[in-house]
């Protein structure tokens, strides 16, 4: 059984998302309007139709049913190659974001254990690293909760944990650093993946910067 779950950025275009697999079951979650949309492929088998698009919830609201692949969510097949950079096909990204400006990030000083705050030894690119990055140090994963300017001055970066032992002024070697976002806008000459289309008007994915959770599995 194949499973994702994951975060991207919605925009006001339609998205296809490249999982890997084509998912039998879909829930979007929109973390900042606090909006919602099911897809299954069972529900084709709905006594309404347009249940072949899912089911959306507003904000605070009760189910609704999609009428259209505009606004909710159907299977993508993948196989496009890109000629261009695109904001629309997003794949996953889990690569090494150490690395912004020629110089790759390689400790996390503590700062303060009771606010969990540190900083970084150089600046880190705010394109990827910010709240929700993946930090790994000694191998284990901890998270930004927040991060002012570059995380790279003293106390500009919070984690929601630090490693055991810590003291302030602490330094800890950061094996890896993982994007804010989990898919991110595909680059020219990648081959689509498999997996959904999310529409311009779906109501998870009518606000552009909102951070979508996306989960997905194909049993």
Do not use: W
Not at 134 to 146: F, H, P, R, S, T
């Amino acid at each position: 059984m194949k499973k994702f779950i994951g975060i991207c950025k919605a925009t006001t275009a339609t998205l296809n998302v490249g999982l890997g697999f084509i998912p039998r079951k879909v829930r979007v979650t929109n973390l900042t309007d606090l909006t919602e949309h099911l897809y299954a492929t069972d529900m084709r088998a709905g006594v309404l139709a347009e249940t072949h698009y899912g089911v959306s919830r507003a904000a605070a609201g009760d189910l609704a049913v999609v009428t259209t692949a505009a606004a909710g969510i159907v299977p993508y097949v993948g196989g496009t190659l890109l000629t261009a950079a695109s904001t629309t096909c997003l794949a996953r990204d889990d690569k090494d974001k150490r690395d912004a400006y020629g110089v790759a990030i390689s400790t996390f000083t503590v700062g303060s254990v009771a606010n969990k705050t540190g900083n970084f030894n150089v600046e880190a690119s705010t394109s990827f690293v910010g709240a929700g990055s993946v930090v790994v140090i000694k191998g284990v994963e901890y998270y930004v909760v927040a991060m002012t300017s570059n995380g790279e001055q003293a106390n500009e970066v919070t984690l929601n944990d630090l490693p055991a032992g810590a003291v302030a002024g602490s330094v800890f070697s950061v094996d890896k650093i993982r994007s804010r976002f989990d898919l991110v806008g595909a680059p020219s000459g990648h081959v689509t993946l498999p997996g959904i289309t999310i529409g311009a008007s779906a109501t998870v994915n009518n606000t552009d910067g909102d951070v979508l959770l996306i989960e997905a599995e194909d049993c």
